[in-house]
Structure formats: C-alpha cells, structure tokens
C-alpha cells in the first residue's frame, strides 16, 4: 500500500512538472504586443490633418514599441468607408482607426452608416483638438469677412464654399445663414483636397483646419477669420469670428486613435499609455503648433466621453441648421 502511495506521488509530481514545463513553454512562446506590423487606418485623403498626425505619430510608436505601425490612407464617403473598415476588423489591437471627429459624432446623425460609433470601437486616446480659419484665394478681391459676405451676396449661387467633411458643410451651411449669402457649398474628400481646390481656384473660400498654414503666410491663401474664442498666434492679426459679429460658429472639432470595439483592455490601455507619453513630447508639441493641431490626449473613458458630447451637440445644431448633406 505504502508502495502503491508512493509511486501515486510520483506520477502525480511528474504531471504536475510536465504541466509547468508545457504552460512555461507556451508563456515563453506567446509573444508580448505588437507582435507584427500595426496598420493606422486615416479615413480621409492623404495630406489632410488627420493624415499628417498619423505620420508624425506612427514612426514614434514604432520606435517605442519595437513594431511597424503603418498609416493607410481609406478615403471614400466623408470618412464612413475607412471608419466602417476599422469597425469591421478583428479586435486584436492590429487595425486601429486615426479620425476627425465628424465620421462618428456627425456622418451618424446625417445619414444611415454601417456601424455605431460608440458601440462598434474602443476609444484609445484624443489626439489633438482642431481650430480653424476662414480664407479665401489671394486673387479673390475680398480682404475682410464683411467684404466677403459682400462678394458672395453679389454672386448669389456662383460664390462657392468648399467642404471636405460633414462638419465643414455643416459650417458653410452656417455661414450662409450668418451672412445671408446664397454659397453654393462644394462637398471634397478631405481637407486636403479641399485646400487643393481653393489654391487652385475651383472654389472661392474654405474653413482651413491650419493645414494650409504655409500658403497663408506665402500669400496663396488670406485669412479673413479664426474659428475659435480667442487670436490664433500663428496669425495674431486675424479677428476672431465674434470680433466681426458673428457667434456660435466654431470649428470644435478634434482628432482621435481608436480600435475595434472587443479589443483587448490591456491593449488598449498600453496603447493609451504610449500616446499620451508621445503627445507630452516638446519637440512633436511645437510641431502640431505650427500645424495649428492643439495636442489633447486623454484616457479611453473620457474619449468616450466626448464622443457622446459631441453626438448630442451636433445632433441639436443639424436639427436647428434644417442642415441637409448632399
């Protein structure tokens, strides 16, 4: 019987040796996140804001995290194409999607979109809040807001605003009804396209996110107002919109990382961790001032947070606009 126990005692010693070897073999053979190349979905054109925040970003998680993090530009329906991608994607950390705020706080409320924005991804982290500013082309023979709203009241339907989100039809649609100037307001696929075409002429005025920063200061583009409550000092010259006399028209917006709803937490929070140590680095914090992108970060609980906010927000201001997309 003492035999018997004894030999029990082994085996069992040997299976249990046998299990700690084999979970230690697999422990050793699971490989920490990001095991391979991370891609960053940007669902809009390429040299729009969001574009340039995601290349300025990934290289810096690529080097903090040992991994490739690749930007793909998916442009296509103001956003909803490369944003229902992400939303479609395994939730393993793999496919993340750096957006504008309009695909989920405004695309939603104008038209049926194939996912839920707050539902369908797990917030990561802001990025950077948006300001904006009103230009026109240099060649056209307006330099103050009042002459602005002058030359389009004399061209009614011919003077064109162009838009390349929801959010800046939304806006052109605002201006409308500010200035009593019938725009015709001209829908682009991003604000890089868009700032394309009023360098280029095929439209007379667009809200400019600060992309456009450089041909401002080489006379492609004039300024007539900022977005926002106080002067930009990029362009300390520049009158705010309420110093000329109009209010509750603001740019608002802002730039977020987000995954697959279903995504690992821990993913998800060492993800967040790492923006937030990016975004406090001076030398990429000077860089988005000269872009005009005010880095934010935040914690995943309070992007989902402002996600919410903002559908509510823009949900009131849509129905109030009577605003309809094309």
């Given amino acids: 019987m003492t035999r018997a126990f004894t030999l029990l005692g082994k085996a069992i ?63 296509g329906a103001d956003g909803i194409v490369g944003t229902s991608a992400v939303a479609r994607a395994a939730p393993d950390g793999y496919t993340l999607l ?36 009103l230009v026109v082309n240099s060649a056209l023979p307006v330099r103050t807001l009042q002459e602005f709203a002058a030359e389009a009241r004399s061209r009614p339907g011919r003077f064109s605003f162009g838009a390349g989100t929801s959010l800046l039809r939304l806006i052109g649609e605002q201006f409308k009804q500010a200035l009593q100037a019938d725009m015709t307001v001209v829908p682009y696929k991003g604000t890089g396209p868009q700032l394309n075409a009023v360098l280029g002429g095929e439209v007379d005025a667009v809200v400019d996110p600060f992309v456009g920063i450089q041909h401002i200061k080489a006379g492609k583009l004039r300024p007539l107002a900022v977005l ?49 140590r990016i975004m406090a680095q001076p030398d990429l914090r000077e860089r988005l001032v000269t872009l005009y992108q005010e880095p934010a970060g935040s914690t995943p609980s309070e992007l989902a947070s402002t996600v919410q906010a903002d559908l509510a927000k823009w949900r009131r201001i849509a129905t109030e606009s009577n605003f309809k997309p094309n």
Wanted: charged fraction near 15%; glycine fraction near 8%; aromatic fraction near 6%.
């Fill in 228 to 276: 926002q409550g106080s002067r930009s000092p990029l362009l300390p010259d520049v009158p705010t919109l309420e110093e000329v006399g109009i209010k509750g028209i603001t740019l608002g917006s802002w730039t977020a990382l987000l995954a697959p709803a279903g995504t690992p937490p821990e993913i998800v929070s060492r993800l967040s961790a790492e923006v937030a």
């Fill in 98 to 133: 750096m957006t504008a705020a309009s695909p989920l706080t405004l695309a939603p409320i104008l038209q049926k979109v194939p996912y839920d924005p707050v539902k369908d991804f797990a917030p990561i982290s802001l990025m950077v809040h948006l300001n904006g500013v």
């Fill in 13 to 75: 010693r040997r299976f249990a040796l046998c299990g700690s070897l084999a979970l230690a073999s697999f422990t050793a053979g699971a490989q920490p996140y990001p095991a391979k190349p991370v891609r960053i979905v940007v669902p809009f054109g390429a040299g729009g804001s969001t574009d340039v925040l995601a290349r300025l970003v990934a290289p810096r998680l690529s080097e903090s995290l040992k991994q490739s993090f690749v930007v793909e530009s998916m442009p």
